[in-house]
């Protein structure tokens, strides 16, 4: 952890959201919770009502809602080498994954192993995703 929450290093930035990224298959709602827990919870570096705030602007502009949420967070601790390291962070595990897929796993996809695999980690994705909105609810509402 940095000596100063608000102000984190630029690799702590970089490692935070690339072990979000890392963790969690699904997508921005799916990534929701291990973010606020690493950013808002664990390292303290923004509020909860912050998360929610970053996480809608995410929601509004082009683009995936987890990198447009690690960006503006990296960018609201660090400037535009905050916003960098986040959103390389963010993509570096899926970079590396897509290469792997692209280099060994494409021939097995028409598996019925490997459909049924997907049919699994689908089912699990929609419960991160109602888990997530639930969470995500109780903070959204104000009165």
Do not use: C, H
Not at 23 to 51: H, N, Y
Not at 107 to 126: C, E, T
């Amino acid at each position: 952890m940095a000596e100063n929450p608000e102000r984190p290093t630029l690799l702590e930035l970089f490692f935070v959201f690339m072990r979000v990224s890392a963790f969690t298959i699904g997508g921005g709602f799916v990534m929701f919770p291990l973010m606020k827990r690493e950013v808002v919870d664990d390292k303290e570096w923004i509020s909860d009502e912050e998360m929610v705030d970053y996480y809608a602007l995410g929601q509004s502009v082009p683009g995936v809602i987890a990198m447009n949420t690690a960006t503006l967070i990296g960018y609201r601790k660090r400037g535009v080498p905050g916003a960098l390291a986040a959103a390389i962070g963010m993509a570096a595990p899926s970079v590396v994954v897509i290469l792997l897929v692209a280099a060994f796993l494409a021939p097995y996809f028409d598996s019925p192993l490997v459909q049924k695999a997907f049919s699994g980690i689908r089912a699990a994705v929609v419960a991160l995703i109602v888990m997530a909105l639930y969470k995500m609810a109780g903070t959204s509402v104000n009165s």
